[in-house]
């Protein structure tokens, strides 16, 4: 089992920056890959970012140069630097994990088998 705990999320004004954390414990972190996904209101859950054990990276195309997914084998733990944010960014954003030392980078909810509660991102337009 892995357990994943975000932070970071909070209130921004459109245009602004924020960093999100995703601590896992439970398993070996270097053996997974890690993704981020998110959930507005009345809207499905949709990918965003991940990373593979090795470091390689995908952002989606609404993201992309804007937001950066990284991994501290360390500390445990993934983050997501959101810069330039937009209120279409307004969700809830899920860490999400699964055992994996394959580079392919998967973007598809079921392939993930451990999940966050969330940490709420709000931007004002």
């Known amino acids: 089992q892995v357990q994943l705990v975000e932070s970071g999320g909070g209130l921004v004004q459109a245009g602004g920056s924020l960093r999100l954390s995703c601590v896992a414990s439970?398993?070996?972190?270097?053996?997974?890959?890690m993704g981020w996904f998110r959930q507005a209101p009345g809207k499905e859950r949709e990918f965003v970012a991940a990373?593979?054990?090795?470091?390689?990276?995908y952002h989606v195309d609404a993201v992309k140069g804007r937001f950066t997914v990284s991994r501290d084998n360390v500390k445990n733990t993934v983050y997501l630097q959101m810069n330039s944010l937009l209120s279409e960014d307004t969700a809830v954003y899920y860490c999400?994990?699964?055992?994996?030392?394959?580079?392919?980078?998967?973007?598809?909810?079921?392939?993930?088998?451990?999940w966050g509660q969330g940490t709420q991102v709000t931007v004002s337009s």
């Open positions: 999400a994990a699964r055992e994996s030392r394959y580079t392919v980078i998967e973007t598809a909810r079921f392939r993930y088998d451990f």
């Open positions: 439970g398993r070996t972190f270097s053996n997974l890959a």
């Open positions: 990373i593979n054990y090795l470091g390689g990276t």
